[in-house]
C-alpha cells in the first residue's frame, strides 16, 4: 500500500476504536460498543464491509454479519444483504427478536425494512476500487469462476490460482468489555472478491467468526471456510474453558492449526479481565485497541512486524 492508503486505513482503524470506546466510556454497553464501533468500520470505504465491501462473481455486493451478547447468551446473524446500510445493525434487531439467530436475502431485507433500519440502493455499495478488484477477476479450476478476460489464463487440472489471481478478502470486526464486566463480539464482511453467488462465510456464523460468553469475547476475519471447518471462535473459547489455556495461548494454537491446514487469517478476543488478544498467521492484520491501560487513546496496527500490545500475537512463516 501507498502512504496515504496506510495513513487513511490508520486513521480509520482509530476512529472506529474511538467511537467505540466513547460508548464504554459513557456507561453504555458492550453490545452498543461493538454496534457502533462496526457500524463505523461498514461507513469507511476502505474496509471490506458495508460501503466498502468486495464484488461477487456476478458484479453484486453480497453482505452479512453477526452479533453476539456474551452476558444474555443471545445471538443474530444475517447474510446474502443487497440493500441494507448497516448488516450489524441487522444482526443486533436479529438478537433482539428473541425468535430467531439467523435470517437472510430478501426476508433478511424486508425484516430490516420493518425494523426502520436504512435501506439504500445497491448502488450505494459500489466503490471503484473494489470493482477494479472484480473486473481483474481470477481463474481456478479448484473453484470453477472466472472472468471473460481470463478464460485464456484458465487451465485445467491446476489446484492453484493462476497468475492473474485476485482474491481480495477482509472483514471488520469488534470486541468489547463493558463497565459490568460483559462481553460482545460483533463480526461483518463483503466476503471473498469474485465468490460465488450465495456463497456464505463465516462472518455471520456464531461459533465460527464470531462468539462470545460470559468469559470470552472473539471476532475472526480471514479464509473464511477454514473458520467454518473448524468453529475457530467456540474452538478458542472452549480451549480457555476445558483445557485451562489463557486466552492468548488458545488464539495461539488455533491460529497455528490454521496456517498448518492452509488458511489464512487471525482473531481479536478479550476475556472478562479485559486482556485484549489479536492473533493472526497472516502478513498482516488490521487490528487496533483502546482501554484505561492506554490512556484511553487508541493503538493501531496493520503489519506483522508490529506489537501493539502485550497479546499482539503473529504466526509468522
Not at 464486566?181 to 462465510?201: E, H, Q, V, Y
Not at 471456510?225 to 480451549?239: D, H, K, M, N, V
Not at 486466552?247 to 482473531?267: F, L
Amino acid at each position: 500500500m501507498t502512504a496515504e492508503e496506510e495513513k487513511s486505513l490508520r486513521a480509520g482503524l482509530l476512529r472506529a476504536a474511538q467511537e467505540g470506546y466513547a460508548v464504554l466510556a459513557k456507561g453504555g454497553s458492550a453490545v452498543d460498543a461493538v454496534e457502533i464501533a462496526v457500524r463505523a468500520l461498514e461507513d469507511n470505504p476502505l474496509f471490506n464491509a458495508g460501503k466498502g465491501a468486495v464484488f461477487n462473481a456476478k458484479g453484486v455486493n453480497q453482505l452479512e454479519a453477526s452479533i453476539m451478547d456474551g452476558q444474555l447468551g443471545a445471538a443474530g446473524a444475517a447474510t446474502l444483504l443487497t440493500v441494507v446500510k448497516n448488516p450489524v445493525s441487522l444482526a443486533r434487531k436479529v438478537m433482539e427478536s428473541g425468535h430467531h439467530v439467523f435470517l437472510c436475502g430478501p426476508g433478511a431485507e424486508s425484516y430490516a425494512a420493518e425494523r426502520g433500519l436504512e435501506i439504500v440502493d445497491p448502488s450505494y455499495f459500489w466503490t471503484r476500487h473494489r470493482w477494479e478488484q472484480h473486473e481483474r477477476g481470477y481463474c481456478s479450476s479448484r473453484c470453477g469462476l472466472h472472468s471473460q478476460a481470463q478464460d485464456s489464463c484458465a487451465s485445467s487440472g491446476q489446484d492453484t490460482m493462476c497468475g492473474c489471481s485476485d482474491l481480495s478478502m477482509g472483514t471488520v470486526g469488534a470486541i468489547a468489555i463493558d463497565a459490568s464486566g460483559n462481553l460482545a463480539a460483533g463480526t461483518s464482511t463483503g466476503g471473498m472478491s469474485n465468490k460465488w453467488d450465495g456463497r456464505i462465510g463465516d462472518s455471520p456464523v456464531i461459533g465460527a467468526g464470531t462468539y462470545a460468553n460470559k468469559r470470552i469475547a472473539i471476532s475472526a476475519t480471514g479464509s473464511g471456510e477454514y473458520f467454518i471447518r473448524q468453529g475457530t471462535a467456540r474452538y478458542i473459547s472452549l480451549r480457555a474453558e476445558l483445557a485451562g489455556e489463557t486466552p492468548e495461548q488458545a488464539c495461539r494454537t488455533a491460529m497455528s492449526e490454521m496456517k498448518e491446514a492452509g488458511g489464512d487469517g487471525g482473531v481479536i478476543c478479550i476475556d472478562s479481565s479485559g486482556r485484549p488478544v489479536m492473533a493472526f498467521c497472516s502478513a498482516g492484520m488490521y487490528r487496533g485497541y483502546c482501554s484505561p491501560e492506554t490512556n484511553h487513546v487508541p493503538v493501531v496496527g496493520i503489519f506483522g512486524d508490529e506489537r501493539i500490545a502485550p497479546g499482539d500475537v503473529h504466526i509468522g512463516s
